[in-house]
């Protein structure tokens, strides 16, 4: 559930506020009681073992790297062009 609160309170109480977005937790911002801004977590960078990885794909197909290719460059032009 987000959590309104108000400009003062941001500015006072910023070390909760941090504490709690750490958390997972949401904020919703206002000025004079109107919502002006969020206040949300950003998704972080999450380690996984390449064991877990491995296991994930053991049964994918094999990938043929030179078909890869042709289908990239059929998709995406990849011309260079100087810049000028």
Known sequence: MTEQISQRELRNDSGRIMRALDEGKSFVVSRHGQPV???????????????VVGAAFKDSPEIDLAQLRRDVDDVVDQTVEPRG
Do not use: Q, T
């Open 37 to 51: 801004g969020e206040l949300r977590p950003l998704r972080r960078a999450r380690f996984v073992d390449a064991g």
